[in-house]
């Protein structure tokens, strides 16, 4: 089981690393492509959705983190009870 969790951390280390790494993307994009309109409520809006967006995929990765962690403990507990 602890190669299955040394598995898991590496790959939701990696989904983290490529996550920073399109969070950045996004906002590189609003800011040299979006914000050249001059639309500011649009501008505003599209940062919104974004931010939005980028909240809640935090909050699932820190969800299903604590999930695969609670599940490894419960595995563990079992296996010396």
């Known amino acids: 089981m602890k190669k299955v969790l040394i598995i898991y951390f590496s ?3 990696l ?3 490529i996550y920073c790494i ?3 993307d996004v906002y590189l994009t609003i800011k040299y492509e979006i914000e050249v309109t001059k639309n500011d409520i649009l501008v505003d809006k599209i ?3 974004s931010n939005t967006g980028i909240i809640l995929n935090i909050i699932w990765f ?3 983190t604590a999930i ?3 599940l490894y403990i419960r595995k563990n507990y079992s296996k010396t009870a």
């Open 11 to 13: 790959v939701a280390f």
């Open 22 to 24: 399109l969070i950045s």
């Open 68 to 70: 695969m962690l609670i």
């Open 62 to 64: 820190i969800i299903s």
């Open 15 to 17: 989904w983290f690393l």
């Open 47 to 49: 940062y919104q959705i």
